[in-house]
C-alpha cells in the first residue's frame, strides 16, 4: 500500500509566494500555474496529472507550479468517502458518451494504478439480474450494445446453471449478465495514493481553505484586437475555514473540482445570467451483519427507465462483508448526510427481489452520500486539454 512519511498539507496562511497582487490586472507572473479547487478523488487526480505536467522548453522556462485547496481538515471527506467504492465497467451510458469514454479509461487507468501503487483492490466481478422478460430484453440491449458499439466492454451470458451453482442465493428468473472488468477499490488508500503523488511531483495542498471570491485578470490585447483586455488568470479570494482569515492567490488556470460545491464556485465566476442551480439527491447505505447467506460477487437489479440510479444493488467491502444501496432520496441541502432510516423497509423490498433469504433483522442505516467517478480518466483528460492535441489556449476555468 502506498504510504506517507510527511505530508505538505498546510494552511493557505503558511504560503509564501512570489505575488500577492489582487487587482483587475494580470501580474507578470501568477502566484501559481494551476489552481485546483476540491481535494477528492477528481480533484487529486487532476492536481496529480498537472503537477507531474512539464511544460517543453519552448513553451516554458520556469516550470509549472500547481496548488490544490481543500476547504475541510483534510482531503475526501465529502463525495469520494460516501460511495460504493465500486471500479465501473461502463455497461450503461450509449458509445457517444462521454461518460463511457471516461468510464472505459478510466477503469483500465484505475487498475493499472492500483497494481503499481498497491492500493487494494478486487476484481470481483458482477452480476446484473432480470426477473422478468421486460427485465431480460433490457439486460440484451445492453450486451448488444456493450458487444457491437462500445469498445472495451466485455460482458457474458450466465446460464442458470453455472448461476445457481456460484451463487445459490441469488434469484435471476430470467437470466444473469456477467460484467468481469467490474471491481472494488479501496477508495481512502487511493486518495492517499493519488496525494503523496501529487506532493511528491511538488504539488501544494493547502486545507482548511474555502474559495469565497473569483475575479478574472485582464491584460490589454494587441492593438489590432477588437477587444481591449482579454482574460490572463484569476485572482482568488480564500478564506481559512478554522479562523475566517482571508488570503489572496493569483493562478494561470482555474480547476473547479469542486464536487457538490462546484455550483457556488461556478455562479462566483459568471455573471448572474449564466449562474445554475443544482437539485441534490442522497443515496442511503444499509450494512448487513449477518454471515448468511454468503455472496462473493457485485449483484446489482435491472432498473426501471427513469429510476435515476441503478437500483439498491448488493456490493461488497475487501473484507467480503456486503452492504446494500444507494437508493435515491432527493434532498434540499448538499450537507445532508444523514442516513434515513425510514427507507429501510423500502430497501428491504427491493433486495428480496434478488436475494430473498436475506435476514431482515441484520439490515441497519448505514452511511449516506453521492458517488465516486473516473478520477484517472478526468485527470488525464484536464491534462490534455490544457497540454494535449486538446489544448485550451490562453488562460482557462474549467
Known amino acids: ?36 479547487i476540491g481535494g477528492g478523488a477528481v480533484g487529486l487526480a487532476i492536481a496529480r ?12 522556462s520556469t516550470g509549472s507550479s500547481t496548488l490544490l485547496l481543500e476547504k475541510h481538515p483534510q482531503v475526501g471527506t465529502e463525495t469520494s468517502s460516501r460511495n460504493s467504492e465500486v471500479i465501473h465497467a461502463g455497461l450503461y451510458y450509449g458509445p457517444d458518451s462521454l461518460k463511457t469514454r471516461l468510464c472505459v479509461s478510466g477503469r483500465r487507468a484505475l487498475y493499472a494504478f492500483c497494481d503499481r501503487y ?3 483492490h478486487r476484481r470481483t ?39 445457481r451453482e456460484k451463487e445459490p442465493a441469488v434469484r435471476a428468473e430470467a437470466g444473469v449478465l456477467e460484467s468481469p472488468e467490474t471491481g472494488i477499490v479501496d477508495s481512502h488508500a487511493l486518495m492517499a495514493a493519488l496525494l503523496g503523488l501529487f506532493e511528491d511531483a511538488g504539488g501544494v495542498t493547502a486545507v482548511n481553505s474555502e474559495v469565497v471570491g473569483v475575479e478574472p485578470l485582464l491584460a490589454p490585447t494587441s492593438p489590432f484586437s477588437s477587444t481591449s483586455t482579454s ?11 478554522s479562523t475566517g482569515e482571508e488570503s489572496h492567490i493569483t493562478t494561470d488556470v482555474l480547476i473547479n473540482s469542486a464536487g457538490l460545491g462546484a455550483a457556488e464556485i461556478h455562479n462566483l465566476i459568471v455573471p448572474p445570467e449564466r449562474r445554475t442551480r443544482l437539485y441534490y439527491a442522497k443515496g442511503n447505505y444499509f450494512s448487513y451483519g449477518a454471515s448468511s447467506p454468503k455472496v462473493t460477487r457485485l449483484i ?27 437508493d435515491v432520496e432527493w434532498v434540499t441541502s448538499p450537507t445532508d448526510l444523514a442516513v434515513n432510516a425510514a427507507r429501510l423497509p423500502a430497501a428491504i423490498a427491493e433486495i428480496k427481489k434478488y436475494l430473498p433469504s436475506i435476514d431482515e433483522a441484520a439490515l441497519s442505516p448505514d452511511y449516506a452520500g453521492p458517488g465516486l467517478t473516473s478520477c484517472l480518466a478526468i485527470g488525464d483528460l484536464v491534462r490534455d486539454m490544457l497540454y494535449g492535441s486538446g489544448r485550451v489556449e490562453g488562460s482557462a476555468a474549467l
Do not use: N
Open 118 to 120: 498497491r492500493v487494494p
Open 125 to 163: 466481478g458482477k452480476w446484473v439480474v432480470a426477473q422478468d422478460a421486460s427485465q431480460r430484453e433490457t439486460l440484451e440491449r445492453i450486451h448488444q450494445l456493450c458487444r457491437d458499439e462500445i469498445g472495451g466492454v466485455p460482458t457474458r451470458w450466465v446460464g442458470a446453471d453455472e448461476a
Open 49 to 60: 496529472a498537472l503537477a507531474s505536467h512539464q511544460p517543453s522548453s519552448s513553451s516554458s
Open 1 to 36: 500500500m502506498f504510504t506517507r512519511t510527511a505530508r505538505r498539507q498546510l494552511q493557505l496562511g503558511g504560503l509564501v509566494c512570489p505575488t500577492r497582487s489582487f487587482s483587475g490586472t494580470a501580474p507578470a507572473r501568477a502566484d501559481f500555474t494551476h489552481v485546483v
Open 231 to 241: 482574460t490572463r488568470g484569476w485572482a482568488l479570494t480564500v478564506r481559512d475555514s
Open 300 to 326: 446489482y437489479p435491472v432498473t426501471a427507465p427513469g429510476a435515476g440510479g441503478l437500483g439498491t444493488h448488493l456490493t461488497l467491502d475487501l473484507a467480503g462483508r456486503m452492504r446494500f444501496g444507494p
